[in-house]
């Protein structure tokens, strides 16, 4: 398989989980965002959608749960050799929270103009003064995780 099949086969299943309806009792309905942490053999390590709305909690970014879940997973913080795999551009706070988990590879969906900071607004993830930057695959499945932002906001 393809290294653009395989990121698309992991973006696909991104995009179901950010489609899943949310839990009725979580309240208030969160951006359909979800981000999957793969290992050096492409296994799901962890995944996770937004959960800010539900748990009251303005880090709970789908990236920082994947990322959490993996590490713990893992039993250890550096994801070394992981791939982080998430429907929308990463914003400032997953930007440096995958950079610092040492995450090898980012592979995102949809650009995030307002927020963005792998590229948009900002680009943290590529920053020469860090001392990790990871390989960056951008716009996989672009329309189809647009397309999950853009009907939520309607």
């Keep these: 398989m393809t290294r653009a ?3 698309e086969q992991w973006m696909r299943r991104a995009l179901q989980i950010a489609s899943q309806p949310p ?7 969160d951006v359909p965002v979800a ?3 793969l290992d050096e053999d492409g296994r799901e390590l962890a995944a ?8 009251a909690d303005p880090t709970a970014h789908a990236e920082v749960l994947a990322l959490r879940e993996a590490a713990a997973r893992r039993g250890e913080w550096r994801l070394s050799g992981c791939t982080l795999v998430v429907t929308l551009e990463p914003c400032t706070m997953c930007a440096g929270a995958l950079v610092l988990a040492r995450i090898d590879t980012l592979v995102f969906g949809a650009w995030e103009p307002k927020t963005g900071a792998v590229g948009s607004l900002w680009d943290v993830v590529r920053d020469r003064r ?3 930057r990871p390989e960056v695959y951008a716009g996989v499945l672009e329309e189809e995780c647009s397309a999950l932002v853009r009907g939520f906001f309607r």
């Design 23 to 29: 839990d009725p009792t979580d309240g208030e309905q």
């Design 130 to 132: 860090l001392n990790h």
């Design 48 to 55: 996770a959608r937004n959960r800010r709305e539900a748990d």
């Design 5 to 7: 099949a395989r990121h």
């Design 35 to 37: 981000a999957l942490v």
